[in-house]
């Protein structure tokens, strides 16, 4: 009965995807992050749900009216460059065989992110790609902070399935979920919603400490540094930091402190011990192929463990994204995905300064600011967790392009500068892209427009 639900939930969009593909767009985000099908036990849990709604979307793209454009975004370039890599490594790995699922997967994640880009470029379509993607994740985290509550942290959140089938998965997902839904307290789309968004961001990072993590852990405590960093509010962020933190750790019992504490003794973990001989492997396998490594899932090849693998160790998942990057695609692929992340990360820093400036646009700021603090937590926790192919960090990629658009439809119409209040009319200039985006048209210091701006009267 559950999995004829979940079926019918997802099918009963379907016809209208073919005539507006921005509602399949959003159903893909909502079966891609939640993952719903994972909750039944019946043919819906095998059944390509994601694979059918894309097929429907596209020809919805292809059918509607819309004037669909790629966006030549730097995001969308690096991300591009580095697909483009990925499929040539496959073709010169070890054994291809093995690398081609991974190489499928990766390419229904990367074609999803961008093809949001080309659909959903209105500020109305924005705001429902980033609430479906948010509300997706939050029943997650919702559910694992408030089973942490009830429990009192004695028993473990364990994976959501998919891209968060363990519990580090889980939780480098729920610390790249918390500035979004930081994001969403700030902007929630009706007051009644304010205090249960504010509830959700208190419960989210209660999930990740609930899932005893400790990659988890510090990618938390990476992205709380960042937003005591960026916050006006610095001595109130903090206080309230310090109440649920030291609440938190109060609460929970003495076997999570002693896991979190045992990271003093690293060298001494047999667990960290088996990801640094996974971390050998890596270089190893660069050591000998250095340009195109040895293709997605070189770690499960078992002549590449023979070949590569530490004498008196069993070969593993990589737990980190660098390593996994590495010795799948060479140092070149690292260097590409490097690029990739770090161009997400300055283009949120820039856009945001540049929209959060002004009253109508600030909305679209702040979202940049929350997809960078969500970069720093995929950055961070990435150190220990090996997911280079989880589709949040793409679609994040694909909201900071997104926001660029938006943002530049909104600036070309009046703009009311938030520092001094004064009011700016349309403005004809010609923008070029820079890692920032749209933003590489900068205002001067002085809060005035160019010359081609006419500024009103209030």
């Excluded at 980033?130 to 408030?146: E, N, P, Q």
């Excluded at 930081?182 to 990740?208: D, E, F, G, N, Q």
């Excluded at 943002?407 to 820079?434: D, F, P």
């Amino acid at each position: 009965m559950r999995g004829l639900l979940v079926a019918l939930m997802i099918f009963i969009w379907m016809p209208l995807a073919v005539f507006k593909p921005q509602i399949g767009v959003l159903v893909w985000s909502w079966v891609s992050h939640m993952a719903p099908q994972s909750y039944t036990y019946n043919f819906a849990r095998g059944f390509p749900f994601l694979v059918t709604v894309a097929a429907v979307t596209i020809i919805g793209m292809f059918l509607s009216r819309d004037k669909n454009r790629l966006v030549g975004h730097p995001a969308i370039v690096a991300m591009l460059i580095y697909w483009a890599w990925v499929v040539t490594t496959t073709f010169t790995a070890m054994e291809p065989s093995v690398s081609q699922t991974k190489l499928i997967h990766m390419s229904k994640v990367m074609l999803f992110a961008i093809l949001s880009t080309v659909i959903m470029q209105s500020a109305n379509r924005l705001k429902a790609f980033v609430w479906v993607m948010f509300a997706s994740l939050a029943f997650i985290g919702i559910k694992g902070g408030l089973f942490t509550v009830l429990t009192g942290g004695n028993s473990r959140v364990q994976g959501a399935g998919g891209m968060m089938g363990d519990n580090n998965q889980l939780a480098m997902a729920m610390s790249m979920l918390l500035p979004f839904a930081i994001y969403m307290a700030m902007h929630p789309p009706a007051k009644i919603l304010k205090w249960p968004l504010r509830i959700s961001a208190i419960l989210i990072p209660i999930s990740v400490v609930g899932t005893h993590s400790r990659g988890g852990f510090v990618a938390l405590a990476g992205v709380i540094g960042m937003l005591v960093l960026k916050t006006k509010r610095k001595f109130l962020t903090l206080l309230v930091i310090a109440v649920v933190g030291a609440t938190a750790i109060t609460f929970m019992p003495q076997s999570w402190k002693n896991r979190i504490e045992s990271t003093e003794g690293a060298t001494e973990d047999s667990s960290f011990i088996g990801r640094v001989s996974m971390w050998k492997f890596s270089t190893n396998v660069v050591k000998d192929e250095p340009v195109f490594g040895g293709g997605f899932d070189i770690f499960y090849v078992r002549h590449a463990a023979e070949l590569w693998m530490p004498p008196g160790y069993k070969a593993r998942a990589p737990h980190s994204i660098y390593f996994e990057v590495l010795a799948e695609h060479g140092y070149t692929g690292l260097i590409l995905f490097l690029t990739m992340l770090f161009t997400g990360w300055y283009a949120g820093g820039t856009q945001a300064k540049l929209y959060q400036r002004y009253e109508e646009t600030k909305w679209i700021g702040d979202l940049c600011w929350a997809c960078q603090l969500s970069m720093v937590a995929y950055a961070i926790g990435g150190l220990t967790v090996n997911i280079a192919t989880f589709d949040v960090f793409y679609h994040i990629l694909a909201i900071l392009v997104m926001s660029s658009v938006v943002g530049e439809q909104l600036r070309a119409g009046k703009l009311t500068l938030i520092s001094t209040g004064e009011v700016y009319g349309a403005k004809q200039e010609n923008t070029k892209w820079t890692p920032g985006g749209a933003a590489a048209a900068q205002t001067s210091r002085g809060d005035k427009e160019k010359s081609t701006q006419v500024r009103l009267d209030r």
